[in-house]
């Protein structure tokens, strides 16, 4: 890549500053034409070829060999990732579905009928608890897999085991056992030749992407340290229906059961957090956080989330969740470097110096006219496509894990009130699964909402 030199004070003065650093890549963008100005010069926080971001993104998968699918969860985010699935490449389509609950895998498949043409046969389709092996031995060659996540562990291996190319919805466990097989599984995916795609969106949402290379550029300098947000009102819910069991009801209910779904830090705000993860190639070393419950109407989760995280090289991330109606919403991230910081607040991926000057910004309109799909939820399954057609074997897995463990050390160290460490969780024998898993009453008073601490005398 050839340098381009700048004086900087027409840099800074001047009014076609906004996207020149994505006008003129990622070489001594600061640079003096004498090079006396030494400390302007930017210095990659990684070499190009380690950017740790898809090799293309087009709008569509390429052609090739028929891909048949089998979706194991067929609820709101299954059927989604089915569309997302069938819009992202010619000759793909869903040969089966399971669920363990028949209304779901009916209502995924009349939509596939409708929308698609897809014809699920009745031998394709299957309900229970062990739905998911019935649909891995189907006849697929990749497996969709969107169910409660705390399911989604064992679900992972199997399809491993079966050699079956697989999308992991996000979060990838909810407890340290999850996760560490979820990190066992994705390198013997790898070993296997098989590629795995997980939920991070933002992994192929081009703003993020874009921004990612100029922070690896060196735009903002060296990480220092972040925040992050997921700020927003309260997320459904369902009342217990008198047909229901407790488990049939709470696995309705799920996004409200720390089992079922890790709490809102783990199942939601771990987007977030991986975000930081992935711009600055570290992980949490340790987390000290409280919460709070004061809106629930169902399950034993909290309300809202603040957690200080220690990265390794001792940097901090604040991260702030909240699912509470008519309170002040923030969705984003932010970045703080030596030189300068990212944001991608109110969805504007802005840079600026540190003395607020705007230095980059994604340009949105420019992207409209280049590409025709913008949707990171159909990319994610384009570049999962293309990579399993190009036969690159590949697992993002192991990376959503360990942002999944950070949030998981988040949560148990706001239910405690304790610092909690990258080697308690890794060392941690905690199960949130039952022992005994069907669809039959169980005594609630072990679902109770987690106070730190110890009381008063």
């Not at 890549?25 to 640079?31: N, Q, V, Y």
């Amino acid at each position: 890549m050839s340098k381009m030199s700048l004086n900087r004070r027409d840099f800074l003065s001047s009014a076609a500053l906004t996207g020149v650093a994505g006008t003129l890549g990622t070489g001594a963008l600061l640079s003096s034409c004498c090079g006396e100005d030494k400390k302007n010069v930017l210095t990659p926080l990684l070499p190009e070829a380690e950017w740790n971001v898809p090799s293309s993104l087009p709008d569509k998968a390429k052609d090739g060999v028929e891909l048949k699918a089998g979706l194991i969860g067929c609820g709101g985010r299954g059927s989604g990732a089915a569309q997302n699935f069938l819009n992202a490449a010619p000759n793909v389509k869903i040969v089966a579905l399971g669920d363990v609950f028949a209304d779901r895998v009916d209502g995924c498949r009349r939509m596939l009928k409708e929308k698609y043409n897809q014809d699920i046969p009745d031998d394709k389709c299957f309900t229970g608890f062990d739905n998911y092996q019935k649909v891995i031995d189907a006849g697929v060659d990749v497996v969709l897999i969107a169910t409660p996540p705390n399911f989604r562990p064992v679900h992972f291996k199997a399809a491993v085991d079966a050699g079956k190319h697989a999308f992991l919805e996000k979060p990838v466990a909810v407890d340290p056992v999850g996760a560490r097989s979820v990190i066992t599984a994705s390198k013997q995916a790898v070993t296997q030749g098989l590629c795995v795609i997980t939920g991070t969106q933002r992994h192929h949402q081009r703003s993020y992407i874009e921004s990612y290379k100029q922070v690896q550029s060196g735009l903002i300098g060296e990480i220092v340290s972040g925040a992050v947000y997921w700020n927003q009102s309260m997320l459904w819910y369902r009342e217990k229906d008198k047909n229901w069991s407790d488990i049939e009801w709470m696995i309705r209910d799920w996004v409200n059961w720390t089992w079922l779904s890790g709490d809102h830090i783990v199942e939601q705000h771990v987007h977030n957090i991986d975000v930081f993860n992935w711009f600055s190639g570290k992980k949490a070393v340790k987390a000290v956080g409280f919460g709070a419950r004061q809106r629930r109407i169902t399950g034993d989760q909290y309300d809202m989330f603040s957690v200080d995280f220690t990265y390794e090289g001792g940097i901090h991330l604040h991260s702030m969740c909240r699912q509470i109606d008519g309170c002040n919403s923030n969705v984003s991230e932010f970045v703080q470097g030596t030189k300068g910081s990212w944001t991608s607040e109110g969805g504007e991926h802005v840079i600026r110096d540190l003395q607020g000057n705007e230095l980059w910004r994604y340009d949105k309109e420019k992207e409209k006219t280049e590409f025709q799909q913008t949707d990171p939820y159909v990319l994610e399954h384009v570049n999962w496509i293309n990579r399993i057609r190009d036969k690159q074997p590949f697992s993002q897995a192991e990376e959503t894990a360990v942002s999944t463990l950070s949030a998981i050390m988040g949560r148990i160290s706001a239910y405690s009130g304790d610092a909690v460490t990258w080697e308690n969780v890794m060392g941690s024998d905690l199960s949130l699964m039952p022992e005994n898993l069907s669809l039959t009453n169980v005594d609630l008073k072990q679902y109770a909402v987690p106070v730190p601490g110890k009381a008063k005398g």
